[in-house]
């Protein structure tokens, strides 16, 4: 975080000018006051919570675009094994009609005999 220290006090070898006495009274008149605790604690924390507000903003971003990630991310997995599962269907029926044909040709070699 970057620090700025504001220009008043003028350092000691700068003369004042008429402007730099008007600049000074409008920077007075601008600055909190130094006796109100509350005014400056509340600025304070109006600060600090908008930087947290932020980050906090920030992370439920990335963590609703991780959420969508992974939705589309099952979409494919449950369509990938769908498309698995039709493939093995269709092994299982293949192998079983070989396997029917096999034994077919199998007994009738045996009969034949």
Do not use: Y
Request: proline share 5%; no cysteine.
């Amino acid at each position: 975080m970057a620090v700025i220290r504001p220009d008043w006090p003028p350092e000691p070898d700068q003369r004042a000018t008429s402007s730099d006495t008007m600049q000074s009274e409008t920077f007075a008149r601008e600055r909190p006051s130094e006796h109100n605790p509350a005014r400056n604690l509340d600025a304070l924390i109006q600060r600090v919570a908008g930087a947290s507000m932020d980050e906090i903003d920030g992370v439920i971003r990335e963590l609703e675009s991780m959420r969508e990630l992974l939705r589309i991310e099952a979409e494919r997995v449950s369509f990938d094994l769908a498309a698995f599962v039709g493939v093995t269907q269709s092994s299982m029926s293949a192998m079983r009609i070989i396997s029917d044909s096999l034994k077919n040709l199998r007994q009738g070699a045996n009969n034949e005999r």
